[in-house]
């Protein structure tokens, strides 16, 4: 049972624009979530992340919507730029206990 | 700090065959995380270590994966015998101090690509 779930496997935006990653969880009881960027042939790195009982967390470029009724959360990524391409991770967790990440999102920003 | 390091980075063995993934975490966390990653299933947790003692192996597949934490700056991922499905990229994270009601940040190493023929 996949408790978070990134439905889309890629997303290609053109330079400028806006990207935007989905990612969906069944447990309500996750306290925070957070967005992990790999690059090929490299780990996973934090990207930024939200508690769960705020709605939005912003750092630059990057801003995370939290949608607890839906169970749906966002990376937004304006404008977006050719070093964007990369694998999207979203994670989620509750205090005290491991992380849990979905299948991940392509992001091809194209110039 | 150089980050978590990890060996080999591709690894290439034959059916049947013994491997053994190796991970240095950074210095002075507590936390040790081994994850595989393949196309289908993403980001698999499958097992973690706090103060080098095991304390969720539940995603451990089956009972030819072993890992263990000698110290608190040396882990093992073991295969034995390997299976081509264990094909995967499989990645080492650590995190510091973790009070438990607060975030798990987890930093990763480059991982090690696994191919098993």
């Known amino acids: 049972d996949q408790q978070v779930k990134q439905n889309s496997p890629s997303l290609s935006v053109q330079e400028g624009r806006i990207s935007i990653l989905n990612c969906d969880y069944t447990n309500s009881m996750f306290d925070y979530f957070l967005w992990y960027k790999k690059y090929p042939a490299e780990g996973p790195t934090f990207l930024i992340s939200?508690?769960?009982?705020?709605d939005k967390n912003e750092d630059g470029r990057f801003t995370v919507f939290l949608n607890k009724s839906a169970k749906h959360l966002s990376l937004h990524i304006v404008p977006s730029q050719p070093g964007d391409s990369a694998v999207y991770f979203c994670a989620a967790g509750e205090y005290g206990n491991k992380l849990v990440f979905g299948a991940g999102t392509i992001l091809r920003v194209k110039s | 700090d150089a980050g978590v390091i990890q060996s080999p980075r591709h690894e290439v063995t034959e059916m049947g065959q013994e491997v053994t993934l190796r991970c240095k975490p950074i210095s002075g966390h507590d936390y040790l995380f081994w994850y595989r990653q393949t196309m289908m299933r993403g980001l698999e947790l499958l097992i973690y270590?706090?103060?080098?003692?095991?304390?969720?192996d539940s995603g451990m597949p089956e009972d030819r994966f072993s890992a263990k934490m000698p110290n608190a700056s040396f882990s093992t991922l073991k295969i034995q015998p390997s299976e081509p499905r264990d094909s995967a990229v499989y990645f080492c994270a650590s995190s510091p101090y973790w009070s438990g009601t607060g975030e798990n940040t987890q930093y990763f190493g480059p991982g090690t690509r696994l191919t098993v023929l």
């Open positions: 270590f706090n103060n080098n003692v095991p304390i969720d």
């Open positions: 939200i508690s769960s009982i705020k």
